[in-house]
Every structure is written in structure tokens, then in C-alpha cells.
């Protein structure tokens, strides 16, 4: 089994920062990529920004230079930290690995449990 807890979120004024974490634990044998997806209401899901175990990393077009993602491998921990928040990123954040667990030769791919950030104008 494996899990993915995200803490971080809340209600915050345009203008203003958040830090999103997530720890991954449980039956991990090695973590690929983990990464940020959002979902507003009525849109579909789509990436925020991801971070490969190498530190490689990718960001959606509407956050470069707002966000950054970054890891701690020792803690299967990666965090967000938004800067400069709108009122179009409110949204529920969802925490995504990509991983091998110690029990299966084929990589699959965790949510955590999703954390409102609200943005006011």
C-alpha cells in the first residue's frame, strides 16, 4: 500500500504565497516523478508542475515563475510553493507519484486525497 498526504492548503489573498507538501510512504521501492495536478470547478484536471527523482522539472504554462516544485528523496517529500496567487488558481490540489512499490515490477500512479486553495480578489 502506499500513501500520499498533502497538507498546506487554504484561503488566501491575490497577491499572497502558499507551500503545498506531500509525503509518500508505505510499500515504496523507488519514486519516479511526483508532481502537482489541480482541478477547478467544472474543468477538467490538468498538471501544475512535476519533479523527476533526478530534479528534473516541468511547469504548467499559466504558474512558471510563480511556482516552484521541489523534492526531498530521503523524505519522499515534494513540495509546491506558490507565490504571486490569483484568483484563477483557486482550485483543489491533488499530489500525484509515479513509483515502483516493493511488491509489483510495474510503476503506478498515486493521488493524495486533494487540498483546497482558495484565492479571493
Known amino acids: 500500500q502506499v500513501q500520499l498526504v498533502e497538507s498546506g492548503g487554504g484561503l488566501m489573498q491575490a497577491g499572497g504565497s502558499l507551500r503545498l507538501s506531500c509525503a509518500a510512504s508505505?510499500?515504496?521501492?523507488?519514486?519516479?516523478?511526483m508532481g502537482w495536478y489541480r482541478q477547478a470547478p467544472g474543468k477538467q484536471r490538468e498538471l501544475v508542475a512535476a519533479?523527476?527523482?533526478?530534479?528534473?522539472?516541468n511547469y504548467a504554462d499559466s504558474v512558471k515563475g510563480r511556482f516552484t516544485i521541489s523534492g526531498d528523496n530521503a523524505k519522499n517529500t515534494v513540495y509546491l510553493q506558490m507565490n504571486s496567487l490569483r484568483p484563477e488558481d483557486t482550485a483543489v490540489y491533488y499530489c500525484?507519484?509515479?513509483?515502483?512499490?516493493?511488491?509489483?515490477?510495474?510503476?503506478?500512479?498515486?493521488w493524495g486525497q486533494g487540498t483546497q486553495v482558495t484565492v479571493s480578489s
Open positions: 508505505g510499500s515504496i521501492f523507488v519514486i519516479n516523478t
Open positions: 519533479i523527476t527523482s533526478g530534479g528534473n522539472t
Open positions: 500525484n507519484a509515479d513509483l515502483y512499490t516493493t511488491y509489483n515490477r510495474v510503476s503506478s500512479r498515486y
